[in-house]
């Protein structure tokens, strides 16, 4: 197992990047969000491993103390063009990037939920969706990131 000793001596600080895990991508044309905290019970087994929580702990078991490692927190969304309107869950049938060419800025997305986008937090892996029609939207919202900022004391300095 490779170790990061050396290189946790000389630095103050790791950024983690805990965020882009997924987008669209046709060889795996469902679903999925881009920053989740946890994995679900029902992630594949490559899929397990795409998510905050996981890819702090691999480099803390590496040897980068945990008070160095900062998880980042996204302010951007990514998008997905469904199959069916109604196949909207986590894991539906994608077709490709939905609006904004499958990336949007918070602002975007708070006009897309204004304009009556129906939002679902996923309990598992603490994040939120939404769909309208045939888009589909993963972001973080305040509930999302206050959940992964009152994790502090849990994960002890892990996230930013």
Known sequence: MCTLSF???????????????????????FTAHHSPLFSRNSDNRMIYYLNGAWAAAFW????MPRKKIM????THAHSYHLHS?????????ALGPGI????????QVCRFL?????QIFDVSTKVP????????VAYDNEH????????????KNMLV
Not at 100 to 107: D, Q, R, S
């Open 7 to 29: 290189s946790s001596r000389a630095v103050d600080f790791v950024n983690l990047m805990s965020y882009d895990f997924q987008m669209y991508n046709p060889s795996y044309p």
């Open 60 to 63: 803390e078991a590496r040897g």
């Open 71 to 74: 998880l980042g927190i996204p």
């Open 85 to 93: 309107p109604q196949l909207h869950s986590i894991d539906a049938p």
């Open 100 to 107: 904004g060419k499958g990336k949007l800025t918070y602002p």
């Open 114 to 118: 204004k304009a009556g986008a129906t």
């Open 129 to 136: 969706f939404a769909y309208f029609g045939h888009n589909w």
């Open 144 to 155: 999302s990131v206050s959940f992964k900022v009152s994790l502090i004391p849990v994960l």
